[in-house]
Nanobody, 121 residues
């Protein structure tokens, strides 16, 4: 079993900042790509940012220059620093991780339960 637990969401005014965290725990060999996705009411879930085990990053155009994804491999944790937040960033943010479950190559893809981010004055 692998669990992803997010934290750090909340209510913030436009222009403000929030930092999301996601910790992976359970039985696995290693955590590979980790990422953040978001889903606003009435919309499909969309990619926000991903980071590989080696630190390569990828961002949605809508968040480039405002959000920064990082990770602590020793702690199996991924972070999302969100600056200059806009009302359109309001959504439930989900953590995602690709995990190597066994030394024989069995893999799994897991999601957290989501954390609400609301940007409003």
């Amino acid at each position: 079993q692998v669990q992803l637990v997010e934290s750090g969401g909340g209510l913030v005014q436009p222009g403000g900042s929030l930092r999301l965290s996601c910790v992976a725990s359970g039985s696995f060999v290693s955590v590979n790509v980790m990422g953040w996705y978001r889903q606003a009411p009435g919309n499909q879930r969309e990619l926000v940012a991903t980071i590989s085990g080696g630190g390569s990053t990828n961002y949605a155009d809508s968040v480039k220059g405002r959000f920064t994804i990082s990770r602590d491999n020793a702690q199996n944790t991924v972070y999302l620093q969100m600056n200059s937040l806009k009302p359109e960033d309001t959504a439930v943010y989900y953590c995602n991780a690709g995990v190597l479950l066994s030394v024989w190559g069995r893999r799994g893809d897991y999601w957290g339960q989501g954390t609400q981010v609301t940007v409003s004055s």
